[in-house]
């Protein structure tokens, strides 16, 4: 196992695998290390230590401290890293300060790009053949190499994702939304629920911006590298129902499972038929604790009966979703009616609350 330090972030290798990322902050000896990662390893439910007493004891800061510490002395350990990302996203570039680590830099580049024998080779020689100036250059050319395969990554993850384009955050008006729901969703696009198979269930009435949300967390993601599918609920439905006619429904639902987040949008529109409750509920159940779903609806839990029927069928739904969740609310006003009503002079419409329309909360 090996641990490999840079500025601002932390990997864990083991063996040529990344098994674990963590933010590194600066503190003695100008780092400090950012150890609330691991909660979230230990805890399945988000929250379910929120009112613990002793939540902070959970946390060994000084612990942490002195590993680092030890860990920085280390003279095997060496600093490097793969493409880090910044709060909102951003692929960040990082430059190797010396020799040494402008070769382990290039190993490590090198083995991501499933080039073994030139990762255990090159740098050595390089050295050996006495040009260990040259470790800079060719350092910077795998580094063009590897920004240009993440980008080529990204544009075809966007492309297979099928995600509505410009429905990003940056066209998205976040001071429109309660500041609890922005922040919420500021940290949801940071992907950490992909990670832990953990849904997000979008709810709100038409034009309040749930549509628009969701996709922009698909576009946050596939900034990020995980796999997206945004698809119509309506839509995916009845390609389930042909699927399963053709007799190639596991086959359908082993494709579906290649995305590592799948996005469906307005799930309450569809009054569905029998055997169309039948597919998607399959979907649901395939996708329990392995991948996430962000569903977007118009009908909060006590209309689900509205889509499922049977209302064993749609308590068996919900329980399936909300195990592992988020829940977003976007109880604001109508973004259409709100510029229709700003066109002609008129005042901003009232926030269309759930309970104001006799739907009450979206709560299981």
């Given at each position: 196992?090996?641990?490999l330090?840079?500025s601002?972030v932390l990997?864990?290798?083991y063996?040529?695998?990344?098994i674990?990322?963590m933010?590194?902050?600066?503190?003695?000896?100008?780092?400090?290390?950012?150890y609330r990662?691991?909660i979230w390893?230990?805890?399945?439910?988000?929250?379910?230590f929120?009112?613990?007493r002793?939540r902070?004891?959970l946390?060994?800061?000084?612990?942490?401290?002195?590993a680092?510490?030890?860990?920085s002395?280390?003279?095997g350990l060496?600093?490097?890293l793969?493409?880090?990302?910044?709060?909102r996203?951003?692929?960040?570039?990082?430059?190797?300060?010396d020799?040494?680590?402008f070769?382990?830099?290039?190993t490590?580049?090198l083995r991501?790009?499933?080039?073994?024998t030139a990762a255990?080779e090159?740098?050595?020689?390089?050295i050996?053949?006495?040009?260990?100036?040259a470790?800079?250059v060719?350092?910077?050319?795998f580094e063009?190499e590897?920004?240009?395969?993440?980008d080529r990554?990204?544009?075809r993850?966007?492309y297979?994702?099928k995600?509505?384009?410009?429905k990003?955050?940056e066209?998205f008006?976040?001071?429109?939304?309660?500041r609890?729901l922005?922040?919420?969703?500021?940290?949801l696009?940071?992907g950490e629920?992909?990670?832990?198979?953990?849904n997000?269930l979008?709810?709100g009435?038409p034009g309040?911006?749930?549509?628009?949300?969701?996709a922009a967390?698909g576009?946050?993601?596939?900034?990020?590298?995980?796999?997206v599918?945004?698809?119509?609920?309506?839509?995916?439905?009845?390609d389930?129902?042909?699927?399963?006619?053709e007799l190639a429904?596991p086959?359908a639902l082993?494709k579906?499972d290649?995305?590592?987040v799948m996005i469906?949008?307005?799930i309450?529109?569809?009054q569905q038929?029998p055997e169309?409750?039948?597919?998607l509920?399959?979907l649901l159940?395939e996708?329990y604790?392995?991948?996430?779903?962000?569903?977007?609806?118009?009908?909060?839990?006590?209309?689900w009966?509205r889509?499922?029927?049977n209302?064993?069928t749609t308590?068996?739904?919900i329980?399936?979703?909300?195990h592992?969740?988020a829940i977003?609310?976007?109880?604001?006003?109508?973004?259409r009616?709100?510029k229709?009503?700003a066109?002609?002079?008129?005042p901003?419409?009232m926030a269309?609350s759930a309970a104001g329309?006799?739907?009450?909360?979206?709560?299981?």
């Amino acid at each position: 196992m090996v641990v490999l330090q840079y500025s601002n972030v932390l990997e864990v290798y083991y063996g040529d695998r990344l098994i674990e990322t963590m933010p590194r902050l600066r503190g003695d000896k100008d780092v400090r290390v950012d150890y609330r990662h691991v909660i979230w390893s230990l805890v399945r439910q988000p929250g379910a230590f929120t009112r613990y007493r002793f939540r902070e004891d959970l946390f060994p800061s000084l612990t942490f401290r002195l590993a680092d510490d030890a860990l920085s002395s280390f003279p095997g350990l060496w600093v490097v890293l793969r493409p880090p990302f910044d709060r909102r996203g951003c692929l960040m570039t990082i430059t190797p300060t010396d020799q040494r680590d402008f070769g382990d830099r290039i190993t490590l580049l090198l083995r991501g790009f499933k080039l073994p024998t030139a990762a255990s080779e090159l740098a050595n020689r390089l050295i050996a053949a006495g040009c260990p100036e040259a470790l800079e250059v060719v350092h910077e050319v795998f580094e063009m190499e590897r920004q240009d395969r993440w980008d080529r990554k990204v544009a075809r993850l966007r492309y297979e994702s099928k995600l509505p384009p410009g429905k990003t955050f940056e066209t998205f008006d976040l001071t429109r939304l309660p500041r609890p729901l922005a922040a919420k969703l500021d940290d949801l696009a940071r992907g950490e629920f992909a990670e832990r198979a953990i849904n997000v269930l979008a709810f709100g009435l038409p034009g309040t911006g749930k549509s628009h949300g969701a996709a922009a967390l698909g576009h946050a993601l596939v900034e990020r590298g995980p796999s997206v599918l945004w698809v119509p609920t309506f839509k995916l439905v009845q390609d389930l129902l042909v699927a399963k006619r053709e007799l190639a429904l596991p086959r359908a639902l082993r494709k579906l499972d290649s995305f590592e987040v799948m996005i469906l949008d307005d799930i309450g529109y569809v009054q569905q038929a029998p055997e169309e409750v039948e597919v998607l509920f399959t979907l649901l159940a395939e996708r329990y604790e392995k991948r996430s779903m962000i569903i977007t609806s118009n009908l909060v839990f006590s209309q689900w009966d509205r889509v499922f029927k049977n209302p064993m069928t749609t308590a068996a739904a919900i329980d399936r979703l909300v195990h592992h969740c988020a829940i977003l609310e976007f109880d604001v006003p109508s973004y259409r009616s709100m510029k229709e009503s700003a066109r002609q002079g008129e005042p901003e419409p009232m926030a269309g609350s759930a309970a104001g329309n006799g739907q009450g909360k979206a709560r299981p």
